[in-house]
């Protein structure tokens, strides 16, 4: 299994085959709610929106080569966020829920970069998982607050471009926005992966003494990454909220975090794309395997990554990973 | 205050009690991460199952102590099976994928009992019955009894590791697995003898806390995640400084108990390892190298 | 590249080995033999490949071409504990005792073995000791409380635990003082009356011409030359001339 980082570079992969395929891509997940019928079109939307969340998440994993165990908790609090300005302005406003959530959420992420430049490894994931059952934990017991186990229900607030036009989500044109900030979310990541920073951040993965002997201010880099990678996944989190309408503790559970990391390692780090895909498979195989084992699909499904972990680490689309960043 | 200093010694001695059982399982999860650096996710889930075979033994043979037995038998072998099929093929590879691996199973693990056993907890009776009263409170002997064979079973593994034949060959192989090997050690078959100690321990673990709590699928993950806070503020690989960082974390949740909620009480054990990570990161017991 | 002990009684026989560490190719097909009973040196300047050649034989490195055989059966990729089981001591260049275990303890990682009654056992650590009595006095002690030269006649009393039919040496004398250099050339001398073959990697070229018997020199990752160590010590313009001295 020689992996493409053995070849010479060969400049420039053809763009045009990227953006033909991206194009082809983003094409068909335009047209998906007009021809799936309602159950796949809520599905394919929260594969865009866990993909969105495990996108996040390989910015540090695959990247940064930080495993982030507590991606729950900026996901979670972007939830609640959401909830809180749903709950607290009317009419509820969607760039509120947004900007609450953000704010949430990079609340969360400023604690996380500081760990993260003063632990390693294992460590710094252990602690990453600590720190979204703190959060859990909080979440949970604050019932007056947070709903406690009940979590927080609301209503959708409208897409509104203030002074515009206000029309309200159905459920078409609610993909269509997740679909877009989804998308952006990617063009954007994409861009910053194959900046200058994003190639320091690379660095850094593959060897961080060396990156920092070389006079890189590894520390910072962590640190905006961390932000970074929170805040998109503080994102998925108000648009999990505005799908869904309502935010429950279970989503800033630490095995919320651990499905994440599954995401990623299934779809294959260090591609961006990988981990939407990543989301997408371990999504039907839980739809498929539903059928047969019930509630109990993740036997199966745990089987199945277990194996991929040993005999398929670079996951479903690790075999692009050179194309998808050229 | 009497009744306050009443109420501290009880959270004394039941922090103990909690704190012997958690060593116990965090014994053998640091044993594992010390020997081949192996972040066993699934450990809350050996625990788990060894409550589950113990419950069934008992409602087979009616017997409180041939349950502790099969069950640490029995889970000590699929420890075996586990550390042989999954956890071979990925030495020498990065530790993550271990920590990704055992989480895959600990997912397997605990739907599968949740399939075998279904959602109602279990209950397993206590061996041994009565109360001896203990200021306002009747205390259950069964408790003392815990924490004594949790104690008893530590200290067998110690001398184990200290004096006998194979314990030499683990604690070689733990120091320079490399050298071990060119001393004629069977490196392989040491680490699957230390996996299936460390599942065999997490077991009797469970066993023993079934009586004091109803044994259900989900019991393992509070576990895992005290068991590797205690593990991480120990030391990693430190067997003692798991045991006091045992004692240590379990007595500061006990008295947290007396003025929050059980279930915010353990935050306090989150507290002590964010603060160990950033102060001692080797280990709240260990001497910092220098 | 055959050495002058015939391929058919050789006790261990490395045919065109090539190693690499990731993509450093460090061994470039090497060859040598030891025979039975045999004090073989191995010569040659930093870096260029001794102690691979040793790991490599020992299955602490996994070569991508050749083949090592002992006694006649090919051993090439077999893991280190079968190989010392079959008799091939190990003793690696920075000796790499058990620092935590107690001396007695780093000898009884060699002794516990199959096969081995208590009679034999203790006969082993008694000749170990006559061997090495700083190390009886010392049982008790853990191996990181030892002195340098102490940890050396450790490692190699460790090694002799196996009862191997072959030592490899990996620069022993490497930071010790004369007296123990000394102490080390008596050692392999008294290995060498047991019947023990000994394949010694070394620096200290004086050392290496009076205890071996026949000497390979080494340079870039393979055995460029081979001799009697009589010839080489009559005249060492060859080794000066490999070891750039």
Known sequence: MTSPADAPTMSRQSPVAFWAGFGIVLALLIVAPLVLPEFWRRFVTEILIWGLLAMSSDLLIGYTGMVSFGHSAFFGLGMYGAAAALLSVRPPSLWLALAYGLVAAAVVAVFVAYFSTRLRDIYFSITTLIF????????????????????????????????????????????????????????????????PFGMVLQSIRENEPRTRAVGYAVERYKI??????????????????????????????????????????????????????????????????????????????????TAMVIFMPQGLLGFLRRRLNA | MPILLDQILIQTINGIVTGMILALVASGLTLIFGIMDVVNFAHGELFMLGAYVGVTT?????????????ATVVIALLGAV??????????????????????????????????????????????ISGHFPLFYLDYPWYRLVIAGLSAAIIGALWLFLKYGTYGIWIRATTQDRVMASAMGIPVPWVHTAVFAIGAGMAAASG??????????????????????????????????????????????EAYASLWVSPAQAVIVSFVVLILTLLFRPTGLFVPTPK | MSGAASPASALVTVEGIHTYYGKSHILHGVSLEVGPGEVVGLLGRNGVGKSTTLKTVMGLVRPSQGEIRYEGRAITGLAPHRLARLGIGYVPEDRRIFRLLTVMENLRT???????????????????????????????????????????????????????????????????????????????????????????????????????????????GAVRHQAPAAELRADSAVIHQYMGI
């Open chain 1, 132 to 195: 979204s059952q703190i959060f859990y934990v909080i979440i949970f017991t604050s019932t007056e607050v947070t709903g406690g186990e009940n979590g927080l229900s609301f209503r959708r607030p409208a897409l509104a471009v203030p002074g515009l036009f206000s029309i309200p989500f159905d459920s078409n044109t609610l993909h269509w926005f997740v679909l877009l900030v989804v998308t952006v979310s990617y063009l954007v990541l994409r861009r910053i992966t194959q900046s």
């Open chain 1, 224 to 305: 905006v990454a961390v932000m970074l990678s929170g805040l998109f996944a503080g994102l998925a989190g108000v648009l999990y909220a505005l799908q869904n309408r309502f935010a429950a503790p279970d989503y800033v559970f630490f095995v919320v975090s651990g499905e994440v990391v599954i995401f990623n390692v299934m779809g294959g780090i260090g591609t961006l794309v990988g981990p939407i895909v990543g989301a997408a498979f371990f999504l039907l195989l839980r739809e498929g395997f539903s059928r047969f084992f019930t509630e109990f699909y993740l036997i199966p499904v745990g089987l199945i990554f």
């Open chain 2, 58 to 70: 008992v409602v087979a043979t009616g017997s409180f102590w041939l349950a502790l037995l099969v």
């Open chain 2, 82 to 127: 586990i550390q042989i099929t999954t956890l071979r093929p990925l030495l020498g590879r990065d530790p993550l994928t271990t920590i990704l691996a055992t989480f895959g199973l600990s997912l397997v693990l605990q739907n599968y009992a949740l399939w075998q056993f279904g959602p109602v907890a279990r209950k397993i009776p206590e061996p």
């Open chain 2, 207 to 252: 066993v023993l806390f079934g009586p004091l709590v109803g044994v259900n699928h989900a019991m393992g993950l509070d576990w895992v995640l005290k068991a590797f806070i205690v593990v991480v503020v120990g030391g990693m690989g430190n067997l003692g400084g798991s045991i006091a960082a045992a004692i240590f974390v379990s007595l500061l």
């Open chain 3, 110 to 220: 060699g002794l516990d073995r199959a096969g081995l009654d208590e009679a034999r056992k203790q006969a082993l650590l008694e000749k170990v000791y006559q061997y090495f009595p700083v190390l009886a006095d010392r049982r008790d002690q853990a191996g990181g409380t030892l002195s340098g030269g102490e940890q050396q006649m450790l490692a190699i009393a460790r090694a002799m635990m196996l009862e191997p039919k072959i030592i490899l040496l990996d620069e022993p004398t490497e930071g010790l003082m004369p007296r123990m250099v000394s102490q080390i050339r008596q050692i392999i001398d008294a290995l060498h009356q047991e019947g023990v073959a000994i394949l010694l990697v070394e620096q200290n070229v004086p050392l290496t011409l009076e205890a071996c018997q026949r000497i390979y020199l080494m340079e870039k």
